[in-house]
């Protein structure tokens, strides 16, 4: 896979001196779903921000499609909507008197027709579950309602790449699921995403491929399996639950020797013939 967007030897600060990235260098590959790992303040937002140029680096350079980025504001426009940010806050994010007149502002924005924008705003709003609630206002959504309304606009516009700070922040059971389903379909289309996340379980069931921070450093790039290796242990992350049940039943003689673990636990418990819960 060739690198879309990267960033290369980036130091990154916010104006009270607080330094958030620390030559940072990083691949993201076209067409793969990459998550990117960390602890609080390990600079994950931070290098999200820099990718759609929302922060601009101290140092170092940002590339996409093998150019750096310019920060003129014609060039941030087109950007924008090529490499498109749905915030961990949505209210920083959503802005309009209505869902459906916050997901038309970026295709009407485009200079597109009137139907056209008509029939990305109804995909985008049924790609995330919202078709029914596109009159509703914005402020009367709920907290998962207002991240999935942000995730519309966001798909609205069609971008290239789909980056997600900490996409199921906030969002209960059944819309977790369908989060995953989404970037299920995302993948079967060849989309490239990059999301952010504390979790390990989503990181490793669908993801491509990894970035470990710490300390504002990339400390890690490769697949979820060379992440975490045979044995599911990795310095400051914890193992996915899919691997440490495998191993236990490993250890048991319940599996078989030698084949890797499943990557999420509907593919275990399908192997052990449960059904999902």
Not at 97 to 117: C, I, K, Y
Not at 136 to 150: D, Q, T
Request: proline residues 7%; hydrophobic residues 45%.
């Amino acid at each position: 896979m060739s690198a879309l967007l990267e960033v290369r030897g980036v130091d990154f600060a916010y104006p009270d001196g607080t330094r958030a990235l620390r030559d940072a260098t990083a691949a993201f590959a076209e067409g793969a779903c990459t998550a990117v790992l960390g602890g609080n303040g390990a600079g994950k937002s931070s290098l999200l921000l820099l990718l759609n140029a929302v922060y601009r680096p101290r140092r170092g350079t940002v590339w996409f499609r093998g150019r750096p980025l310019g920060y003129g504001r014609s060039e941030l426009a087109a950007l924008r909507r090529r490499v498109g940010l749905v915030f961990q806050d949505p209210d920083v994010q959503l802005f309009a008197a209505s869902v459906r007149e916050d997901v038309s502002f970026g295709p009407t924005n485009l200079g597109l027709s009137r139907p056209e924008v008509q029939g990305r705003v109804e995909r985008a709003l049924a790609a995330v579950g919202l078709g029914g609630l596109a009159d509703r206002p914005a402020h009367a959504l709920s907290f998962g309602e207002k991240r999935r309304a942000c995730l519309a606009g966001v798909l609205a516009l069609e971008p290239e790449v789909l980056v997600l700070d900490e996409p199921t922040a906030g969002l209960d059971a059944p819309m977790c699921r369908e989060l995953e389903a989404l970037l299920a379909s995302l993948r079967a289309r060849g989309s490239t995403v990059i999301f952010a996340t504390h979790d390990v379980d989503l990181a490793y069931a669908w993801a491509d491929r990894v970035t470990v921070l710490a300390g504002g450093s990339v400390t890690f790039q490769g697949t979820p399996e060379e992440l975490w290796g045979g044995r599911g242990e990795t310095p400051g992350l914890a193992a996915p639950w899919v691997r440490e049940v495998w191993r236990g039943l490993a250890a048991r003689g319940l599996v078989p020797p030698g084949p890797p673990p499943p990557r999420s636990r509907e593919a275990l418990l399908g192997l052990l013939g449960a059904a999902p819960t």
